[in-house]
């Protein structure tokens, strides 16, 4: 018991931070119906900064995370300026690809600035407490609640404020939406700085947890925050967070129950055969389509 | 409305000229740079939109050779002859020989590709699967299966076989297609390809996350050579057969063209066999090139590099993939002095291109080459596969 306990710990720390990434995912999808295949890599660059907050400059955990938050929001607006927005206009697929494009440009720029892995000393002193054999470290605690309390924030903004009705606007219709006084450009300009700044904040998140950085982290977690995406229903922002939860706990408990390596194998089985039963992801909504 | 102020209004028009003059300086570079190859192509009628040699104003030699179908034949026999005697006679420098090769198993790649991503409008991520499942069917069957002595004759067969055994899996990967598009599709097709990485990974037989060793050196120029026209003769075909027009018209719209009774199952799971063969026969080319493979060669990231050379050329052109996958080769091999800022500017041009030319270079485009005007003007265009009332197979 106290065994399921300590992995259902783990299951909700590693879901968190695919929740906050998947959540870049989703907002970008739901607003712009482009896949920000370069998303995964804000997130890899997120956990640099924080590298260069904490062991250049030294900085503490909170100003480095938030340096971490703007940096990467930055470069969210700055990517979105410049390479997708010539691109609204174009095929789906040429802003996609674009993306990916970006992606791998931010991984190998990366990779020729810093060649080797990187170890980020600790920002924090790390307790841990015993609950009844439990071991509960403060640092897990910490990501827990900081990445709960971004998510309720953001869901606070989108369902309760002007901003956020300006999103479910022009993600309902981006042809009316700007009639009825909507500026568009603006809005998508801090979509994706408020997508991007959770990337950042899950780099600086994922960097505490597990503190050596490589330029190519966020490949492999960016997918896989896209799928738990998908499995939410992608544009669906509650969505993106039980997502991000499912893939956590598929993953930890293959992880638990059979041999590391099948992880990967495991959990992406469980994925398809998840699609084949709901194929427009759990709060997605099937659209129909009209000829 | 907020009416403009004077100065305002001039800002406004010395901006505009200052852009068209830009633009003028930027078109007469780009004529004097490109004006003798469009000159070239016009006398050939290669880009023949009236004009050129084709129409019959002015008929020149070369737009003659260029249109004539004996051509292509006579090319053929030639690139084959060639083919040969450059390993041979050494006749090129070896590293050069090897960069001709992995250009075309790229081109393989990239057109197998552009069937499902390109023809059909899929987004298809995990193309480096089909291309594992070839390279790991075949090195299997030399390296273990087959008698050595044997390996050069039997080669042709480890070839198709790990080509075939794709296929299968390309089928598999098919039916999930029926049901979704789009993004979801995109993720059935990479989850696939980390199945399939994951798989070999962890299959201790065929060594596991180490990869497999000992794949004697098979792949020769004129194998390589063999495969590529095939590849391009067989996919250029299907694309103007009636199941390849099956296969646009799903693109456009996919119910529209199930009401016009297109057998839109049969022609998805076509197109995707006729693509997943042609990955695995890459990947066992690649296989016994290398001579060394392991799962991690065929991750997420190589099917990326696919991607980017089916957009690079233009989705939905045959040239255009050749295009895109012998400049990506070429430039990525001809910047190896830059180290790994290669790896940086190739990403950046991509971006470029995207940008400015959001289909890609050749989107949608063909060259008019070996075919006369009359070839391609007047003919009519077979209809597509047409499901039979009971709904059975469609008659082809």
Known sequence: MTYFFQQALNVIQLGSIYALIALGYTMVYGILTMINFAHGDLFMVGAFVCFMAAAWLGLPFVPALMLSMFAIALLGVVIERLAYKPLRQAPRVSAIITALGVGLFLENFTLALSPYPKQIPPLMANQVWHFGGVAVSSLQLLIIALSLALMFMLDFIVRRTMLGMAMRAISCDRATAPLMGVPVDRVISITFAIGAGLGGAAGTLYALAYPVIDPYMGVMVGWKAFISAVVGGIGSIRGAMIGGFILGAVEIMTAALLPSTYRDLISFALLLVLLIFRPYGILGKPHTQKV | ?396
């Open chain 2, 1 to 396: 409305m907020r009416r403009e102020t004077k100065v305002r209004q001039r800002v406004r028009i010395h901006k505009c000229m200052r852009f068209l003059r830009n633009r003028t300086i930027a078109a007469g570079i780009a004529e004097r740079l490109l004006g003798p190859m469009r000159r070239l192509c016009k006398a050939c009628g290669i880009f023949s939109r009236g004009g050129g040699a084709n129409a019959g104003d002015r008929p020149s030699l070369w737009g003659w050779i260029f249109s004539c179908r004996w051509t292509a034949v006579v090319l053929l026999a030639l690139g084959f002859a060639a083919s040969f005697a450059i390993p041979r006679f050494n006749l090129v420098n070896p590293y050069y020989q090897l960069i001709l090769m992995y250009v075309c198993i790229n081109i393989i790649l990239a057109i197998s590709l552009n069937l499902v991503n390109g023809y059909m409008g899929e987004f298809s991520v995990g193309h480096a699967g089909f291309m594992a499942v070839g390279a790991y069917v075949s090195a299997i069957l030399t390296v273990k299966v087959l008698p050595a002595g044997l390996g050069q004759v039997m080669f042709p067969l480890a070839v198709a076989a790990g080509g075939a055994v794709a296929a299968l899996v390309g089928l598999v990967v098919a039916i999930p297609s029926f049901k979704t598009r789009g993004d979801y599709l995109a993720i059935v097709t990479l989850a696939f390809n980390m199945i399939v990485k994951s798989l070999f990974e962890n299959i201790d037989a065929v060594g596991g996350p180490r990869g497999l060793l000992g794949i004697s050196k098979l792949t020769t120029l004129p194998w390589v050579f063999v495969w590529t026209i095939l590849s391009v003769w067989i996919i250029r075909n299907f694309v103007y057969s009636r199941f390849g027009r099956g296969v646009l018209s799903i693109r456009e719209d996919e119910i529209a063209s199930d009401m016009m009774s297109v057998n839109t199952r049969h022609v998805k799971m076509l197109a995707f066999v006729v693509s997943s063969f042609f990955a695995g026969v890459a990947g066992a080319l690649y296989a016994h090139l290398m001579q060394f493979i392991n799962p991690r060669m065929f991750d997420i990231l190589k099917s990326t590099d696919i991607l980017v050379m089916v957009y690079l050329g233009g989705i939905g052109s045959i040239a255009g993939s050749i295009l895109g996958a012998s400049i990506y080769t070429v430039l990525l091999e001809a910047l190896r002095p830059l180290g790994i800022w290669r790896m940086v500017f190739m990403p950046l041009v991509l971006v470029l291109v995207m940008i400015f030319r959001p289909r890609g270079i050749m989107g949608f485009r063909e060259f008019r080459l070996f075919m006369r005007r009359e070839d391609y003007e007047d003919r009519p265009l077979p209809a597509p596969p047409i499901a039979s009332q009971d709904g059975g197979e469609a008659p082809t």
